[in-house]
């Protein structure tokens, strides 16, 4: 019987940088991942993982060029792990805990968090005691409120906190929070306002939804 031809790849075909990502967004997307790691990828990826890294000089360089999220990137920023903490209080209306972390509202998994300060109980005891440790001095006064702004406009980090955490992370007006619908759009709102002389300080800032801070604008 005549043999039946076969077919035999070519050996040490060349990857293009361009089929790499190209690649490396189809597996995020199937997974409805905004990044992926080196693990994930080994399991649905067309290529090896090896080669990613040396076609880019790193997995996280191939991941950035992707336009995805950094996996288990380093020296991440006490400010930035603060603020993504911070992010998902506001969110959640509570505490976050462990599985927050999967929330695809994090920016980062628990892995940082542990690097950096051992355990998530250090960090969320960290975040807190940097949180509070900012001085809180304001006007009380309406007098104190037409003097010459000496504030900007936005609330630091810190700031932010201490008031959404005053109000509960409820809305001042309509008593909406994100603890009881997701959709919910925490804003901080100048009681007088920033442009008429209020200052950006605990005492003239205010939670309310986005909803209610559309509205008063609108007034």
């Known amino acids: 019987m005549e043999k039946k031809f076969e077919f035999i790849s070519a050996k040490k075909t060349p990857i293009s940088e361009e089929e790499i990502i190209a690649d490396l967004k189809l597996v995020a997307k199937n997974l409805n991942e905004k990044n992926i790691t ?21 997995w996280n360089q191939a ?3 992707a336009g995805l999220k950094l996996s288990n990137e380093s020296n991440i920023s006490d400010e930035r792990l603060y603020n993504n903490l911070l992010n998902l209080w506001e969110h959640l209306g ?8 999967t929330n695809k509202l994090s920016e980062f998994s628990q892995s940082p968090y542990n690097r950096r300060f051992t355990t998530w109980t250090n960090a969320l005891q960290s975040f807190v005691i940097w949180a509070n440790n ?4 304001a006007p009380t006064n309406a007098e104190n409120f037409t003097k010459k702004i000496s504030t900007g406009r936005d609330p630091s980090l810190r700031l932010r906190f201490q008031v ?5 992370f409820t809305c001042q ?21 920033w442009s008429k002389g209020g200052q950006t300080t605990y005492e003239n800032l205010q939670t309310l939804c986005s909803k209610c801070n559309l509205g008063k604008s609108n007034l």
């Open 63 to 65: 991941l950035e060029i």
């Open 164 to 168: 959404m955490r005053r109000d509960n």
């Open 94 to 101: 509570r505490q976050p805990s462990r599985r927050d972390l």
């Open 134 to 137: 900012e001085e809180i001095n």
């Open 38 to 58: 080196s693990r994930q990828y080994a399991e649905y990826g067309k290529y090896d993982c090896t080669t990613v890294s040396r076609k880019f000089g790193s």
């Open 173 to 193: 007006q309509c008593g909406a929070s994100p603890a009881k619908d997701p959709s919910v759009e925490l804003h901080l709102d100048h009681i007088f306002p």
